[in-house]
């Protein structure tokens, strides 16, 4: 009896990552959720909706790296204790999380300039928009030669507008 008793607490403590995980990860939060709903503070509320979003957010990482995942030799250990880390209340890790990384990431989403046109003067000069552009083209060519532009580019817009056809989607 002693060997199977010492047998059965090798498996248990050799498994416990896989037996504590979905009791601090699911069972304890979706507790703590009921209970936070009943409460009339709203302070456990936030505390449990911020754990609900983090562990949609780790359980997509998961889902997308799961190849790379799985050669990580000690994934499931350091999840269980980040997941602990996010469920106790006393250290409010959900919260920190929350306010530290993914809210300012949506309230101030990082912006990609596709349309960039890289200055050819010094990064003293004037912002490169068409004000600048019309001024720049009057100082090289006079403001006679701009109006000749204009009146250029008024002539072949009506041009173009006189010339459409059935099948001309371009204009």
Same mark, same amino acid.
């Given at each position: 009896?002693?060997?199977?008793?010492?047998?059965?607490?090798?498996?248990?403590?050799?498994?416990?990552?896989?037996?504590?995980?979905?009791?601090?990860?699911?069972?304890?939060?979706?507790?703590?959720?009921?209970?936070?709903?009943?409460?009339?503070?709203?302070?456990?509320?936030?505390?449990?909706?911020?754990?609900?979003?983090?562990?949609? $957010?780790?359980?997509?990482?998961?889902?997308? #790296?799961? /190849? *790379? =995942?799985?050669?990580?030799?000690?994934?499931?250990?350091?999840?269980?204790?980040?997941?602990?880390?996010?469920?106790?209340?006393?250290?409010?890790?959900?919260?920190?999380?929350?306010?530290?990384?993914?809210?300012?990431?949506?309230?101030?989403?990082?912006?990609?300039?596709?349309?960039?046109?890289?200055?050819?003067?010094?990064?003293?000069?004037?912002?490169?928009?068409?004000?600048?552009?019309?001024?720049?083209? $009057?100082?090289?060519?006079?403001?006679?030669? #701009?109006? /000749? *532009? =204009?009146?250029?580019?008024?002539?072949?817009?009506?041009?173009?507008?006189?010339?459409?056809?059935?099948?001309?989607?371009?204009?």
């Amino acid at each position: 009896m002693g060997s199977e008793a010492r047998s059965f607490l090798k498996v248990v403590a050799n498994n416990f990552d896989v037996l504590a995980g979905p009791v601090v990860s699911l069972l304890y939060p979706l507790y703590a959720s009921i209970r936070a709903i009943e409460t009339k503070s709203s302070e456990d509320d936030r505390q449990w909706l911020t754990y609900w979003i983090l562990y949609s $957010m780790i359980t997509l990482f998961e889902l997308t #790296f799961a /190849k *790379l =995942i799985e050669w990580i030799p000690f994934w499931s250990h350091a999840k269980l204790i980040g997941t602990c880390w996010l469920v106790i209340p006393y250290f409010s890790g959900a919260a920190y999380v929350y306010e530290h990384y993914v809210r300012p990431f949506f309230l101030n989403p990082p912006s990609i300039n596709i349309w960039h046109v890289p200055r050819k003067e010094d990064i003293f000069s004037k912002p490169d928009d068409i004000l600048t552009a019309a001024e720049i083209y $009057m100082q090289e060519n006079g403001p006679e030669a #701009f109006e /000749k *532009l =204009i009146n250029k580019a008024e002539r072949e817009a009506k041009w173009r507008g006189s010339n459409r056809t059935f099948y001309d989607d371009d204009y």
